[in-house]
Structure formats: C-alpha cells, structure tokens
C-alpha cells in the first residue's frame, strides 16, 4: 500500500480531485483518514448478504477503486445478479478494472460486475436490491442530491436497501467543533502532520460541502424511502440505511 504524502509534497492550493495521484494513495488515506471506515465495507457485505434478491442490479455509486463493490460481491448469496460500479475519474477506473480483473482471476466470483466511466447523476437505476453511496453525495451540489437520491428510489425494488455513507457537520456548534478536533487528532495519531491536515482541508473546502444527519434523514423520507437509520457514526463520519 502506498502511503498518502500528498499534502506533504503541495504547497499550494490546488482544490481535491480525484486524480492518478490521489488514486495510487487511495487506500491509505481513506484508512488514515476516515474513521469506522473498515467497519462500513464490512457491513456492506453482511448488508448485501441479507438483502440483495436473485436476479436483480446492485449499484456502487463512485465506486473509487471499487472496495464496496468487492465486499457487496462476496455478500452476495443468491444467483442472477449484477453489479454496476459507476465512477466519474478517470484513474479510479482504470484502477478498479485491474482489481475486479484479480479479483476475477483469484476467486472467479458469480456475479459479474461491470465498471464504468460515468457521471452518476447519468446512471439509470433499474431493478435494484442494493445501491450503495460510499462518502460520494457530498461532491454533488445540493439540489443534485435531491434528484440523485429520488432517482435511486425510483429504481430499488420494493425492500431495496440504501446504503449512504457521509461526512457530516453538527447542528450543536460547540459539538462541531469538538467532534472536528477528534477527527483531526483521530488523523494525527496515524501519522499526519498539522500542516497536511490544513493543507488537505483547504483543498477539500466547497468541493466536499457537508450537512447534518437531519438534513439526509429529510432527504430520504421525502423521497419515499420507509425506513432510515444511522447505523454508525465515528465523529462526523456517518453511515446511514434506507429501505424502500
């Protein structure tokens, strides 16, 4: 695994994309960075074994290098399906393709995925069980959001699961505040400098715009979803279900 030293190396002030450079250091800086991470790709297998039907279309939506579409395959337990991993960078893709190609080529799973090179908000959800967005709405505007997730609920079969996973902010100011210094310890501890977590925040400022649990949970309601809940929260990172 290469290690992330990209806010070491910059010192401008160039915004977050999701570039060759970013992608060869991938898997680093989201273990480094993002909290309960692991504990959510785990989940999306148990999630996929429990609720993905036999022949029906399971989404990874900004798939990345594709760790959710992997734990989604190995979950899945029932014949006839598929999964469309979805990301719009370029390098990412041309990443995900070599591992789902090993991953074919070391385990020959059942179920066939396909990666493509796509603005999500493009994609036609159709028949689906599992949709999965892995911290990937919060790099779409706002009222993209709302459409983005109407058109997934429009797409899921009934009992379909939404697996939604998201940085958020507090409504409780002095929360905010407290919850922020833990992640930025959280990132300390595995071995970032102050000067790349300042660096990397002002990269990510107004590409990577959060909002609260409440702001997602009125999201999904309204766009029909049954039921939602937050199954896991690591400072302000959260993981949220929705069931059709």
């Known amino acids: 695994m290469t290690t992330d030293k990209i806010y070491e190396k910059h010192t401008d002030e160039r915004p977050f994309r999701f570039n060759e450079e ?19 790709i785990e989940a999306i297998g148990s999630l996929a074994a429990r609720y993905v039907r036999s022949n029906t279309h399971c989404y990874d939506l900004g798939c990345s ?12 337990k029932v014949p006839g399906c598929r999964i ?4 719009t960078a370029p ?7 070599a591992i789902m190609a ?21 994609i036609e959800i159709a028949n689906a069980s599992m949709v999965v967005l ?7 505007t706002v009222d993209d959001r709302d459409v983005l997730i109407q058109a997934i609920h429009h797409g899921m079969n009934d009992g379909g699961l939404l697996v939604l996973s998201e940085k958020v902010v507090d409504e409780n100011a002095e929360m905010e505040r407290l919850l922020v210094d833990l992640h930025h310890e959280h990132k300390r501890r595995n071995d970032y400098s ?11 400022e107004n590409v990577l715009v ?35």
């Not at 970013?22 to 959510?40: C, E, H, N, Q, W």
């Not at 290098?65 to 899945?76: E, F, N, P, S, V």
């Not at 469309?84 to 990301?87: I, S, T």
């Not at 991953?103 to 796509?118: C, G, H, Q």
């Open 65 to 76: 290098l594709g760790a959710a579409t992997i734990a989604m395959r190995q979950g899945i």
């Open 134 to 140: 892995n911290y990937t709405l919060q790099f779409l």
């Open 91 to 97: 390098a990412m893709i041309t990443r995900c393709k």
């Open 194 to 204: 102050s000067l790349e977590i300042s660096r990397k925040r002002a990269a990510l």
């Open 210 to 244: 959060p909002e609260t649990v409440g702001a997602h949970r009125r999201r999904l309601t309204a766009a029909g979803f049954r039921h939602v809940a937050v199954w896991l929260r690591y400072f302000n990172f959260v993981s949220i279900v929705a069931i059709k």
């Open 102 to 122: 090993e991953d074919d080529r070391r385990f020959s799973p059942p179920t066939p995925v396909d990666v493509i090179e796509a603005d999500i908000r493009n």
């Open 84 to 87: 469309v991993a979805v990301d």
């Open 22 to 40: 970013v992608a060869s250091v991938f898997p680093d800086m989201l273990r480094r960075s993002i909290p309960g991470y692991s504990a959510t």
